[in-house]
């Protein structure tokens, strides 16, 4: 046997440091606090990844998580249609959303264009972005993307795109080469209010 | 809905963030990772713990998690008897168990003696331990407790209750203070080679 006892729990280990944020070390720990609490947290935990596993896939109109075909968000007649908000990621949806301050609608890349990585237009959710312009007959778009090179470049690569709609794009309060899912709520309120057009 | 979407996904992160190590934040990124990694991590982490819920219990003889009545340490008829380390919890066993240098078997109390949290020897498995020395005729006692004011309390506490038992410290090494789960596996080596008389 190994030190960490029998396989099952060697397996949960393995896989628990898996997760970001989480080494050998804490896996370790996260685990003996699961055996510990089987009740309060282990079988919940178990039971809420089974459920995710089963109900979560992509919105096919925004990217943003879903448990139906559109998510929580696009299925919503009080958000304002017209508005769009773009995202690299639902980490950056969710840190909009936390701000309360849009109440429009979201549309997820999945990331950003990339010459290094290879990432081109294709890749990333960027023609259905230019789709939904046109169906949705949106009047602005708001690009929410990173203040790193490769953000600045999809940003201008999707206004290119879009001729004739107004796009904006988040500025004062996003640090150069920061990442939208760290700040604050309130430096992305006041992004949002100094947006400028592109 | 809130800003992280659907109930299920809500849940989940409320109970990742549960886990020690993990915030709010990471138990979100962990969560977003999950579901981009539905085949290669959510299923089966979901399915490990489902299993680890249903097999992992306490060993009947020294504490340990064990998927049977006894642990593997203590079913292996190739571990020593008659030497028993003692131990505060599991993390401190697996602890023991990296540095493989101890091939007798392990006894762990789940806890140390607290007047504060008032922790007496029926909350911990001292009596038990008592009972073992008898009959597996334990030759020698190691206490491989934290250097801590409680955890000497404690090692001395068992050394009363053993007398005419040759009762060990892990001594050299372990800082004044310091956890065991903490050290390298040479500085348990060192300590274990370096033990003392109580
Ligand atoms: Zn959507
Ligand atoms: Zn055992």
Same mark, same amino acid.
């Given at each position: 046997?190994?030190?960490?006892?029998?396989?099952?729990?060697?397996?949960?280990?393995?896989?628990?440091?898996?997760?970001?944020?989480?080494?050998?070390?804490?896996?370790?720990?996260?685990?003996?606090?699961?055996?510990?609490?089987?009740?309060?947290?282990?079988?919940?935990?178990?039971?809420?990844?089974? %459920?995710?596993?089963?109900?979560?896939?992509?919105?096919?109109?925004?990217?943003?998580?879903?448990?139906?075909?559109?998510?929580? /968000?696009?299925?919503? *007649?009080?958000? @304002?249609?017209?508005? /769009?908000?773009?995202?690299?990621?639902?980490?950056?949806?969710?840190?909009?959303? @936390?701000?309360?301050?849009?109440?429009?609608? &979201?549309?997820?890349?999945?990331?950003?264009?990339?010459?290094?990585?290879?990432?081109? *237009?294709?890749?990333?959710?960027? *023609?259905?972005?230019?789709?939904?312009?046109?169906?949705?007959?949106?009047?602005?778009?708001?690009?929410?993307?990173?203040?790193?090179?490769?953000?600045?470049?999809?940003?201008? &690569? /999707?206004? =290119?795109?879009? *001729?004739?709609?107004?796009?904006?794009?988040?500025?004062?309060?996003?640090?150069?080469?920061? %990442?939208?899912? &760290?700040?604050? =709520?309130?430096?992305?309120?006041?992004?949002?209010?100094?947006?400028?057009?592109?």
């Amino acid at each position: 046997m190994s030190a960490e006892g029998d396989e099952a729990i060697q397996r949960l280990i393995a896989l628990m440091a898996r997760l970001p944020g989480l080494g050998p070390r804490s896996a370790r720990r996260a685990v003996l606090q699961l055996v510990k609490k089987k009740g309060a947290l282990l079988l919940p935990l178990a039971e809420a990844m089974r %459920e995710v596993a089963e109900t979560a896939r992509e919105c096919v109109n925004c990217g943003n998580i879903a448990t139906r075909d559109l998510c929580e /968000i696009c299925a919503d *007649p009080k958000r @304002r249609t017209g508005q /769009i908000c773009v995202v690299e990621d639902v980490a950056d949806l969710w840190a909009m959303e @936390r701000a309360q301050v849009f109440r429009g609608r &979201y549309h997820v890349l999945g990331g950003t264009l990339s010459a290094l990585d290879a990432v081109g *237009p294709e890749e990333l959710r960027i *023609p259905r972005l230019v789709e939904r312009v046109r169906e949705e007959e949106a009047s602005e778009i708001i690009l929410a993307l990173a203040a790193t090179i490769d953000g600045q470049t999809t940003a201008h &690569y /999707i206004a =290119d795109q879009l *001729p004739g709609t107004s796009v904006t794009s988040l500025a004062q309060g996003v640090p150069v080469g920061g %990442e939208l899912d &760290y700040l604050d =709520d309130g430096t992305i309120t006041a992004a949002l209010k100094a947006r400028r057009a592109l």
